[in-house]
Every structure is written in structure tokens, then in C-alpha cells.
């Protein structure tokens, strides 16, 4: 980890919030603290990486390997606050590396 990695997690972007009520890692996400640039994605991107690792693998109490992701997109600058290439590269690793972590509640799955 390197200096502006530590920077940019103490931002607070992403925070541990605690547990929901199905026993779910629950993340805080405050969009408009972040000010993203090209060169900062790689970075942010494995940033997200550890939370999610943490969230749905690290934890030994989470067998489901789900997360509750809370955004608060108020006050959020469409402009200056938003990547659309680093959201649409996070929506498909999700999608490709944690296909269970999106879902609608009641899933199928949690029966």
C-alpha cells in the first residue's frame, strides 16, 4: 500500500458500517467525497477489490459471501464526482468475479 492508496482510503468513500439484519457486511458509500481522475482507477479499483475480499471472503461469519452496498449520492457532482469507465469496470467485475453478490431480496438463493 502506498501513500496515495492510504490517502484515498481515509477520504472515507467506502466505510464498514457493520452487519444487517441477515447477518450481510453492510458498506457506506458517500459518492460525493470521491474526485476521481484516469490515473487514479487502477488504484480505486483494487481498493474495491480489498473491501469486497473483506466483506465476502476475509470474514468467517459471512458463509452466504453477500454485502449490502448503501450509496449516498447526495450532493454528488455528476461532473466531478462520478467515473463512468471505473462504475462500469466495477459493475462487470462484480458481475464476473461475485455473480451471487447482486440479487433482489428474497432471493431464491437464500432458501
Known amino acids: 500500500m502506498d501513500d496515495a492508496m492510504r490517502k484515498s482510503m481515509c477520504e472515507g468513500i467506502i466505510s464498514l ?3 444487517d439484519k441477515e447477518g ?3 458498506f457506506y ?3 460525493r467525497r470521491d474526485k ?3 490515473k487514479q482507477r487502477e488504484m480505486k479499483t483494487k481498493i474495491f477489490d480489498s473491501w469486497l475480499a473483506y466483506g465476502t471472503r476475509l470474514r468467517e ?3 452466504k459471501c453477500r454485502i449490502t452496498m448503501l450509496i449516498n449520492q ?3 457532482s455528476m461532473w466531478s464526482n462520478t467515473d ?3 462504475q462500469s469496470n466495477i459493475a462487470l467485475r462484480i458481475a464476473k468475479y461475485y455473480p451471487c ?3 433482489t431480496s428474497p432471493s431464491p438463493r437464500d432458501s
Open 74 to 76: 447526495e450532493g454528488a
Open 84 to 86: 463512468m469507465a471505473f
Open 29 to 31: 458509500i458517500t459518492t
Open 24 to 26: 450481510r457486511c453492510t
Open 101 to 103: 453478490l447482486l440479487y
Open 17 to 19: 458500517i457493520g452487519d
Open 36 to 38: 476521481p481522475t484516469p
Open 61 to 63: 461469519s459471512n458463509k
